[in-house]
């Protein structure tokens, strides 16, 4: 009993386990609200969904990646000799990118092409997602984490 309440109350795991609850939290903001971007692009609320993007769904991604790498630090996780959570870093990377380039000028933008843009880039961001979430659940290439 007495080791069980050590181990709730140790200190690595204890912020293990908020820096996971916040890496969560953040690719749900980071990825949840592009959802609604067409039909908000539809309706004409450029406006609201420049807003939200820029102030929740790409700070939420960048979060997202402090997170992530503070929970790989609190793991002691060597990012060279764990390929599914480099490689899901080099996901992040291309999502933040297509975030930037594709996803943020066409959100204040109601044209056609600014709709194919917003399209292409909520495809790529959602597909970046089910990769990555599949390399985290599953850990491909023989890595278990210590816990």
Request: charged share 10%.
């Amino acid at each position: 009993m007495v080791a069980a309440v050590i181990a709730i109350f140790d200190s690595t795991n204890t912020l293990t386990q908020v820096l996971y609850l916040v890496h969560i939290l953040s690719a749900i903001a980071a990825f949840g609200p592009l959802f609604l971007y067409p039909r908000m692009q539809r309706a004409g609320e450029t406006q609201a969904m420049a807003a939200l993007h820029m102030k929740l769904a790409f700070p939420a991604l960048v979060l997202l990646w402090v997170a992530g790498m503070g929970m790989a630090g609190t793991q002691k996780i060597s990012l060279g000799g764990t390929w599914f959570v480099t490689v899901t870093i080099v996901l992040w990377l291309v999502a933040l990118v297509v975030s930037w380039f594709l996803i943020r000028p066409a959100v204040s933008d109601t044209s056609e092409e600014a709709r194919k843009m917003m399209a292409m880039g909520i495809g790529i961001t959602h597909l970046i997602l089910v990769v990555s979430l599949y390399f985290m659940i599953f850990k491909p290439w023989g890595y278990e984490f210590n816990t």
